[in-house]
Structure formats: structure tokens, C-alpha cells
């Protein structure tokens, strides 16, 4: 943990607002983009997002800097994304229908690297629509392989830090990931013939 890190997360732990703004600003895109790629959902993305922050404030004296605090927080973002699953589910809601605006959402809080490559528009709306297709497929994995497949895959974490967000050993991580990234291929397989 660098220097900077460490005393912001001192500030934060005395309470500090600012320090809580920064931690918002520093992390907030990459919670919003864990949340609404496991959620599907934009308004309730937004809302666990909020939580996940006003969780993070709450208990921050428990971080005792075992991992890194970006690993902490994704940590709390999974715990309440599951959360919010099982609520849903009960609810017989489906949490993972992607909306409209997911596309656009997505692509624009680090989203796939394509778009910063495309210039002709016909090549735009067939990468516009291959990733919309990729969405839906990671969508419809059970929650536990999304998890995996969104923090290896597109938030690019090591095996190691997805190990501290899930408490799962690494060849559990990688056998998990393979099955996922399987399912995935099959569904695009399916849905692009």
C-alpha cells in the first residue's frame, strides 16, 4: 500500500469527509462498473453502489491493510451484490436483465478497449452489438462465475486478488473460470448463427 493510500484511508478511519469524497472519486467508477456488470441494472447499481461506500465508512477501523484496500473494497461490492441477488430472486425480480442503457454505461467506465480503436460507423455498431451479446452472455452465468469472469476478465485482477474478494484458492478460481468462460462461449456460439 503506497504512502498516499495509507493516509487516506487514516483520514478516513478519523472520520474524515474529504477523505471519504476522495475514496469515492478514486474507486467509485470501478465499484459502479463491478455492481451494474453483476446487477444488470442501472438504478439498483446506483443504489448498491451508495451502500457499498456508506458500508466502506462504517467499518473502515476493521481494514487492517492485510490486502490492498482496492481488493477490500471489491470485496464489500461482491458481498453486496450477492445480497441484493438473493433479495431479488425472492422477489422473483430478475436482476439480471441488462437495460438499455447498459451498453453505453458500460463502455464508458472502462469498458471494452474496442471502442477506442473503431472509426468507421459500420465496424461501431458491430462492435456496439458483439458487446452487447458478450453482456448478455456473462449476464446469464450463475452469479458465482460472473463474479469470477468480471473481476478477472474485465477488471484484469490477479488470481491472487480475486482469491482475497472471494476466499476461493486459486485452482478453484481457474477451474471456475474455465466453466464460465466456456458458457460464455457457448452462448455466443448459439446467439451469433
Known amino acids: 500500500m503506497s504512502v498516499a493510500e495509507r493516509l487516506l484511508i487514516g483520514r478516513l478511519k478519523e472520520r474524515d469527509e474529504q477523505a471519504f469524497n476522495d475514496i469515492v472519486r478514486l474507486y ?40 490492498k484496500f482496492s481488493t477490500w473494497l471489491l470485496r464489500i461490492a461482491a458481498n453486496h451484490c450477492k445480497n441484493r441477488i438473493k433479495y431479488l430472486s425472492r422477489r422473483h425480480t430478475d436482476g439480471g436483465e441488462l437495460d438499455d442503457e447498459r451498453e453505453g454505461a458500460i463502455s ?26 458478450m453482456q448478455a452472455a456473462i449476464a446469464a452465468l450463475e452469479e458465482e ?21 472471494t476466499a476461493l484458492a486459486e485452482g478453484t478460481i481457474k477451474s471456475r473460470l474455465h466453466r464460465a468462460r466456456m458458457a460464455i462461449k457457448e452462448y455466443l456460439d448459439k446467439h451469433t448463427r
Not at 34 to 63: C, H, N, W
Request: charged share 30%.
Open 28 to 67: 467509485g467508477d470501478k465499484v459502479f462498473s463491478l455492481v451494474y456488470r453483476m446487477i444488470g441494472s442501472r438504478p439498483e447499481a446506483e443504489d448498491i453502489a451508495q451502500e457499498v461506500f456508506v458500508t466502506v465508512f462504517k467499518t473502515v477501523d476493521g481494514f487492517r491493510g492485510e490486502s
Open 145 to 165: 462465475h460472473r463474479l469470477l469472469v468480471i473481476l478477472r476478465d474485465v477488471e484484469e485482477l490477479s488470481y491472487q486478488e480475486i482469491g482475497e474478494i
Open 108 to 133: 464508458s467506465r472502462g469498458g471494452s478497449p474496442l471502442h477506442a480503436q473503431i472509426v468507421a460507423p459500420d465496424v461501431m455498431l458491430e462492435a456496439a452489438e458483439l458487446e452487447k451479446l
